[in-house]
């Protein structure tokens, strides 16, 4: 059983940074596809930004280009989010989700809180 954990939430003033952490076990390959999503209170949860275990191919929200990178660390089953420049509007529930490209199972995280705001 996939299991996710996340970790790095916290608060944070505008212009500053954050790193998320998510913490994957139990993975049966490297055919997965780890996604950041969020989710603000009131809105839909939306995609941030997604990164392949094969390929090391990556995507991101408009909203967070060129501040946020996503990255992965095979070795160590570790995915992460750099989040720079921070606005208030990025503040949210960030979650690390693991597709197996294969059977499709999703698996999720408890999420982390980021709240930004001076």
């Known amino acids: 059983q996939v299991q996710l954990v996340e970790s790095g939430g916290g608060l944070v003033q505008p212009g500053g940074s954050l790193r998320l952490s998510c913490a994957a076990s139990?993975?049966?390959?490297?055919?997965?596809?780890f996604t950041w999503y969020r989710q603000a209170p009131g809105k839909e949860r939306e995609l941030v930004a997604y990164?392949?275990?094969?390929?090391?191919?990556?995507t991101y929200a408009d909203s967070v280009k060129g501040r946020f990178a996503i990255s992965i660390n095979n070795a160590k089953n570790m995915v992460y989010l750099q989040m720079n420049n921070l606005r208030p509007e990025d503040t949210a529930v960030y979650y690390c989700?693991?597709?197996?490209?294969?059977?499709?199972?999703?698996?999720w995280g408890q999420g982390t809180q980021v709240t930004v705001s001076s």
């Open positions: 989700n693991a597709h197996h490209v294969w059977s499709g199972d999703d698996y």
């Open positions: 139990g993975l049966t390959s490297a055919s997965y596809v």
């Open positions: 990164i392949t275990t094969s390929t090391g191919l990556t």
